[in-house]
């Protein structure tokens, strides 16, 4: 554990990887996301960037909410990693980390020095976290993208129609990946106790998507038949459906149990179905679907959705409403759950930002540190490895390094 780490943490409660030191270099969404993830939980995150930022800064489209989304808790430290200086600087900073976080293309950190064996060396205690399109095998020199696994994992293919593959709304296997490697990181430090030395620890995009396919790989085994994409189901459950109300919305509502079920029918007044013997059990009820459900949603297109909602939940029957993400600002769940907190942009602006869906002794994992502007702590991580301010400015000057705007507060 390294005495930099604690300034990160001052003024809030000691967390579990309070003393943590991560050097996290990495961009988009999978490699921030494990960083996060540290941070959040009490590390001292420092992101390596180039001088001119991360390029993640600057998305548009789809992109446009990555970096600031996966990269609180962290401080800014931007060197020209392709001059000496640049390079010295980051291995002195090695030296003092507990974890180290990459996810570049194949290749990269050796070319500059710091993969996992130059790096175990110089710091025998370090866990090396790489985020991967693949792991070891045939394909581990490929690029990847969550679009690329997604297509070849199975998970666009069960997403979309059929014929019509379609990626998640979301990047899941960025997000997950990124998760795995933290869970990994976790697991390796408390090896790190018992051994005194650091691990070597992989995550990767293609291997998490198969993790996210292997139920349908599994039904194929128990069943004989390939599973069909979501929207041709075969379906589990005899209600399971999204429905048309009265008012133009529309609702997902299930019934996977007897009792659910009876309380479906009674909120929709249909008790014939209840007594009907063709559907007294689940898997009776799935066989009949062809009739049973356009009967249920004749009766739920004449109720609307904010009686139907109190009902159901009244009668503990799932349900949920379509919900788009920018509606989720005002989601009345999250705001008084303390779900969503305030979050300070590099600009000095703020923004409502979900936190870790987790608590521990029932507390969330707050920010404790703003979204840093480029560099803003370069400086201040400098001279905690050493730097005067001769070195620091002469390193300025040669463009080795960018100093970043004047911090607007500390968090």
């Keep these: 554990m390294n005495a930099g780490a604690q300034d990160a943490n001052q003024q809030h409660p000691k967390l579990p990887l309070d003393g943590i030191r991560v050097v996290e270099m990495s961009h988009m969404v999978m490699g921030p996301t494990c960083g996060m993830i540290l941070g959040d939980l009490g590390a001292e995150v420092i992101k390596i960037e180039p001088p001119k930022g991360d390029a993640t800064r600057r998305l548009l489209g789809a992109g446009a909410g990555f970096f600031r989304t996966f990269n609180r808790n962290k401080k800014s430290v931007a060197i020209d990693l392709d001059t000496e200086g640049g390079r010295g600087a980051l291995l002195r900073l090695l030296d003092t980390a507990d974890v180290f976080v990459e996810n570049f293309r194949p290749g990269r950190m050796t070319a500059l020095g710091i993969d996992y064996e130059s790096l175990r060396e110089r710091n025998p205690r370090i866990v090396y976290v790489s985020h991967k399109g693949f792991l070891d095998g045939p394909y581990d020199k490929r690029l990847a993208l969550d679009e690329v696994v997604q297509m070849m994992a199975g998970l666009a293919y069960m997403t979309g ?48 998507c198969v993790l996210l396919a292997a139920q349908h790989m599994q039904q194929f085994v128990v069943t004989g038949r390939a599973a069909a994409p979501m929207p041709e189901r075969i379906n589990a459950w005899a209600v399971y459906d999204v429905f048309a109300l009265a008012d133009s919305h529309q609702m997902f509502v299930a019934a996977t149990g007897d009792a659910q079920w009876k309380s479906l029918c009674e909120i929709l007044k249909l008790p014939d179905l209840v007594s009907d013997v063709r559907l007294q059990s689940n898997n009776d009820r799935v066989l009949s679907r062809d009739w049973m459900i356009p009967i249920l949603a004749d009766a739920l297109r004449q109720r609307s959705a904010e009686e139907l909602a109190t009902a159901l939940e009244l009668g503990s029957v799932p349900f949920a409403a379509i919900t788009r993400p920018e509606q989720l600002f005002d989601d009345p769940h999250l705001k008084a759950s303390g779900g969503l907190v ?23 994992l707050q920010p404790r540190r703003h979204i840093p502007s480029i560099g803003e702590d370069t400086l201040s991580v400098l001279s905690t490895l050493g730097y005067d301010a001769e070195q620091i400015g002469q390193l300025e000057r040669a463009g080795v390094l960018t100093s970043g705007a004047k911090p607007i507060g500390r968090d």
């Design 161 to 208: 129609p059929v014929g019509r593959p379609l990626r998640a709304g979301s990047s899941v296997n960025d997000i997950m990946g990124g998760m795995f490697g933290a869970i990994g990181a976790l697991a390796a430090l408390i090896d790190r106790k018992q051994s005194g030395c650091g691990k070597q620890v992989q995550s990767a995009l293609f291997e998490n």
């Design 342 to 364: 305030k979050l300070r942009l590099e600009d000095g602006t703020e923004t409502d930002m979900p936190l870790l869906p987790i608590s521990i002794d029932g507390a969330r």
